[in-house]
């Protein structure tokens, strides 16, 4: 039972943030699922990353001048270093519904302050945060709401925002993207400085009320005089907004759904799932807290063990986390922020405002490579601490028959479940070596490098 | 069609976030065109004049030279009935044929099955980039997703060679699908193993590649000079597909289309010339598109989702020349401010398939439509 309660664990580290080493996996265990849920939903209890400490080694990531090829790496540092597991988590999901390319925007700040406004708000009101999401200057750049004006609609955040942030496309018609549109007009940003010697001046949201199309609107059978906050509560009325929102959280955090142009056309997979997270959404009038508390303690999350394939980010960040050493924003950040995109999912740049399709079409023979290659290369590294800790755990236990090597490595690397023939092949390769003695550490650490390579490398590793 | 013996191989580039067709292939003598774009409208003096009423963006010198060879095809008013105008729903009916419900079979992938039923050459179709376009996939229908050339392969982090080929047995054996192990991991399995198929044959090109002709250092250049490669190691692979982008220009659209055509221009004609100096030009036909065209009338910067729009085939058994009808401008035939389609791309598709892969388009375009006789 013991055992199963820190599968469960694993489960929900792995879903609610980036996975957790086994000496913080027994912690949590002991502490128990329910209380573990609650510490997750109160971020403010434990310690976030440290921006400062990023900037300290980077000083010249501070408001660069462009783009400065160092890719995701602040976000990455948070990624590694935060203890608020869940916060950060439902940054790179909004980041993935809300999603903006920086090759677009080509101010790096910006980009970097719209994932800080998903970590302050990513876990409060939905409304509040659209309203700050319009507001947001990379939004409204990424989506052209700068030249959206009241007489020269363009209609491309009006549209996104119906198609891609609330309802989902059939919920709406051409004349709703049009009047919405009408109503955001004049939400700009404050027109941007030249760039001069020390970097690009911030963007500010700006609201122009003599660019604003102040005329009556007709939005989803409301009639008013219509500005975008006004808009934004009658999509949060709209009950397809809930069913949108609940549909993205369960395919983020519990289990594949078709992708989402599908949705449309195409029912849930668990219905009754969607039902309770949407009526758990309305009820609590959109706050996102609750849902992920309702989310998280039903039982269609918890039985949804390695029902999902990780994203790109996933893999990246668990691997590091796992092998650990990488918390110190060491020189080679940006490249290691990179590694994702080289797996299909470019952090800060996705492909479109869709943002990346994912489940097993983050899988085709390329990215498959990238994923076994990235994380054989880390966890062959037998000097990292979170290697010698799983080495150190084994050798505890003394001689070890090929069996026990394979079973101890899938029960610290997860525990992992693994399919009979898989095992088998486990063990057949640790028989080709025999018994694993301790009597020359250097070389059965070695051999466990190597086990621990070929069972990454298994179908059954890309699984969440 | 040509009558050489070679096996015909077809280069999609897809031109991503909706191409702007009139900036692109301009109506130049059309008063509408000055009247619909004020900001975005490209100056008389600098376009290429084609013929006496279209002309081409000034990107584009080096598309006008390959059309004054004969060997490109313009092909108007390419689109479908009611666009939805996302980019995403646009692309997936351009991908799979399937304008009215959601397919989930790309158009390329039936053709890769039907050209390799047996699965003999897990390279008879190439994907380029990082991830693999709806277009060629198929559930069961391998094709190589190869991101860069130069670093494909697997666990080449294991630096011990003996003990790396020892892992990859193991791989292979892990990795061999076993029955009712679920739809994902037979996936899984299945792409694993063409994964390692595919490196072990591509890791041959780039050793055997030796060039005059020097690319740009762009996106679109490195992926061009990829499928050359590929393409002169001779290893069966019939069907490439790559992109560039975005195209969505709603925005400061002038210098942003003006670059991407550059682009665009300078690493196609490398890429001919680098087939044309191996003598490996007369099988390839490269064809280009984008989801839609966008909107008559500029917004003042850029210009939003369009309807119709313009294809592009290029390459020696190309009959170059303007295909189909342009699409009116006048205010009265536009639908929701833009130009109609008058052409069903999937027509378009089918000649490609029939005239030049050699394949009954019916069931994978699902359907008949006009075929342009451009080969």
Request: with cysteine; hydrophobic share 40%.
């Amino acid at each position: 039972m013991a055992n199963e309660d820190l599968a469960l664990m694993a489960h929900l580290m792995r879903r609610a943030g980036f996975g957790a080493t086994r000496d913080e996996l027994e912690e949590r265990a002991a502490q128990g699922y329910a209380a573990t849920v609650e510490e997750l939903l109160s971020p403010e209890t434990v310690t976030g990353a440290d921006r400062y400490e990023f900037l300290r080694y980077h000083p010249s990531f501070w408001k660069p001048i462009t783009s400065p090829g160092m890719g995701a790496s602040a976000w990455l540092h948070s990624m590694l270093n935060t203890e608020r597991a869940l916060e950060e988590k439902m940054v790179l999901f909004w980041h993935q519904v809300f999603a903006t390319g920086g090759s677009k925007l080509d101010h790096w700040h910006e980009m970097v302050s719209q994932v800080d406004l998903f970590r302050e708000r990513g876990m409060g009101n939905y409304r509040d945060l659209l309203v700050e999401l319009a507001k947001n200057p990379a939004m409204i750049y990424w989506l052209d709401n700068c030249d959206n004006h009241a007489d020269a609609i363009n209609e491309n955040w009006g549209r996104e925002l119906l198609e891609l942030f609330s309802m989902g496309v059939g919920n709406y018609t051409e004349d709703d993207v049009r009047e919405c549109s009408r109503a955001f007009t004049g939400w700009t940003i404050a027109a941007s400085i030249p760039r001069n010697a020390h970097g690009r001046y911030d963007w500010e949201f700006e609201y122009q009320e003599e660019d604003h199309d102040d005329g009556e609107k007709t939005f989803l059978g409301h009639t008013g005089n219509f500005n975008g906050e006004d808009i934004i509560n009658i999509v949060c009325q709209q009950p397809a907004t809930a069913r949108f929102i609940a549909r993205h959280l369960y395919n983020f955090f519990v289990a594949e759904e078709p992708p989402v142009p599908a949705w449309s056309v195409t029912p849930p997979n668990d219905p009754a799932a969607i039902d309770l997270l949407a009526q758990t959404f309305i009820d609590s009038n959109y706050e996102i807290t609750p849902t992920l508390r309702v989310l998280f303690m039903s039982d269609f999350f918890k039985n949804a063990r390695f029902a999902k394939i990780k994203s790109p980010a996933e893999v990246l960040v668990g691997s590091l986390r796992l092998v650990g050493g990488y918390q110190f924003p060491a020189p080679g950040i940006g490249n290691l922020s990179k590694e994702a995109g080289y797996m299909g999912q470019e952090l800060l740049n996705p492909p479109s405002v869709e943002g990346w399709h994912t489940g097993p079409e983050w899988i085709n023979s390329g990215t498959l490579m990238k994923r076994i290659n990235f994380s054989a290369d880390l966890v062959g590294n037998i000097a990292k601490p979170g290697i010698r800790s799983i080495i150190n755990r084994l050798q505890t236990q003394g001689d070890l028959t090929p069996e026990e090597l394979v079973d101890n490595c899938l029960d610290l690397l997860g525990p992992l479940e693994v399919q009979a023939d898989n095992r088998q092949q486990l063990v057949n390769h640790a028989q080709e070596t025999g018994i694993l003695t301790w009597a020359n550490p250097q070389e059965a650490a070695h051999r466990v490098g190597e086990m621990l390579q070929l069972i990454v490398s298994l179908r059954e590793y890309q699984y969440a | 069609m040509t009558s050489n013996k070679k096996d015909p191989v077809l280069v999609v580039l897809q031109l991503s976030g909706g191409n702007d067709y009139m900036n692109t292939v301009i109506p130049y003598t059309d008063p509408l065109y000055r009247d619909n774009r004020p900001a975005v409208g490209i100056a008389d003096e600098d376009i290429i004049r084609i013929n006496s009423e279209l002309g081409f963006h000034p990107s584009m010198r080096v598309m006008q030279e390959l059309f004054d060879q004969g060997n490109l095809a313009v092909i108007h008013g390419v689109g479908y009935p009611d666009s939805p105008r996302s980019h995403f729903r646009s692309m997936d009916i351009w991908h799979t044929c399937e304008p009215d419900k959601l397919g989930t079979e790309g158009w390329l992938g039936l053709a890769t099955r039907e050209i390799d039923p047996r699965k003999e050459n897990v390279v008879t179709t190439v994907s380029m980039g990082p991830s693999m376009f709806r277009a060629v996939s198929v559930a069961g229908v391998p094709v190589a997703a190869v991101d860069s050339l130069d670093s494909y392969g697997l666990l080449t982090g294991i630096s011990n060679e003996d003990q790396r080929l020892k892992i990859l047995d193991r791989f292979t054996q892990m990795y061999t699908p076993a029955i009712g192990s679920g739809q994902v991991m037979e996936y899984l399995g299945e792409t694993g193993l063409e994964a390692m198929k595919g490196a072990d044959i591509l890791k041959v090109a780039p050793g055997m590649y030796s060039s005059t002709v020097e690319y740009a250092d762009t996106p679109i250049a490195r992926k061009l000079k990829d499928i050359a490669r590929i393409h002169l190691a001779d290893l069966g692979t019939r069907i490439f597909y790559c992109d560039y982008g975005s195209f969505d220009s709603h925005a400061n659209q002038p210098g942003m289309h003006a670059s991407l055509w550059s682009d665009v221009s300078a690493a196609v004609g490398d890429f001919f010339s680098d087939l044309k100096e191996h003598h490996a030009a007369d099988n390839v036909i490269m064809l280009l598109f984008s989801e839609f065209g966008r909107r008559v009338r500029d917004n003042g910067s850029g210009t939003d989702h369009g309807a119709a729009g313009a294809a592009f085939v290029i390459g020696d058994p190309v009959q170059g020349g303007f295909y189909g009808e342009y699409p009116s401008r006048k205010a009265e035939d536009l639908q929701q401010g833009d130009l109609v389609p008058n052409l069903d791309f999937r027509g378009f598709y089918a000649t490609v398939l029939e005239d030049w892969l050699g394949l009954d388009a019916k069931p994978i375009v699902k359907g008949e439509f006009e075929k342009p006789k451009f080969l």
